[in-house]
């Protein structure tokens, strides 16, 4: 079976300070992991995926996230926290180990200060 | 080209009664998934319909139901209601079709039907 686990329910930042959210991962088999956001009261939309292609993937609002096989991680990352990032954030993972079913992490919010 | 369509968007009902919620996918998506939100849960895996057939199940009990339809609009019903089925139920929609190819995987959600179980 496949999960994601989400290191913090909970993360502040400054506007303009790094951005870490962690996620790690567990599958027998090479998965699908995918970051997704939410903002209030709105659905999720994708912000990137890695299908095992280049490790480090770049996806949408400048953030980006790398594939580490040896520690089953996707942490998600930007440089610079801007006020609108503000959301809750979910790792995800897919694949044929799972079903192809996607299953979620439990979600990280996101504060940013000013 | 239009989203995912959920309706309704919100709603009340009472202990005991039943619900349907519906989604309409994005044109040329062949999967509907179906996942729970509630705080203390997170996103929770219901169901996945792919081509009218149910192909993935999460653990829930049978008063979950869902079905899909050949235009792949998808509706889910609760049945017996129970003051911990309130929640946001989201819909996602998907092409289904796994492999690597540019959009494998990705799901396109609603922004969801929020119930409210009095």
């Known amino acids: 079976a496949q999960s994601v686990t989400q290191l913090g329910s909970h993360v502040s930042v400054s506007e303009g300070a790094l951005v870490l959210l962690r996620c790690n991962y567990s599958s027998s088999v090479p998965p699908y992991l995918f970051w997704y956001v939410q903002y209030p009261n709105q659905g999720l939309q994708l912000l990137l995926k890695y299908t095992s292609a280049a490790t480090l993937v770049k996806g949408i609002n400048g953030f980006e996230a790398e594939f580490k096989k040896s520690e089953t991680s996707f942490h998600l990352t930007k440089p610079s926290a801007h006020m609108s990032d503000a959301a809750e954030y979910f790792c995800a993972v897919s694949g044929i180990g799972g079903g192809f079913k996607t299953i979620f992490g439990a979600g990280t919010r996101l504060f940013v200060k000013a | 080209k239009a989203g995912v369509t959920q309706t309704p968007r919100y709603l009340i009902k009472t202990r005991g009664q039943q619900v349907t919620l519906s989604c309409s996918p994005i044109s040329g998506h062949r999967s509907v998934s179906w996942y729970q939100q509630t705080p203390g849960q997170g996103l929770q895996f219901l169901f996945e319909?792919?081509?009218?057939?149910?192909?993935n199940k999460g653990n829930f009990p049978g008063r979950f139901s869902g079905r899909q339809f050949s235009n792949s609009r998808s509706e889910m019903n609760v049945s017996t209601l129970e003051l911990g089925d309130s929640a946001l139920y989201l819909c996602?929609?998907?092409?289904?079709?796994?492999?690597?190819?540019?959009?494998?995987?990705?799901?396109?959600f609603g922004e969801g039907s929020r119930l409210t179980v009095l």
């Open positions: 319909y792919f081509s009218e057939t149910q192909r």
């Open positions: 996602a929609s998907s092409l289904g079709i796994w492999g690597r190819t540019l959009n494998t995987g990705e799901l396109f």
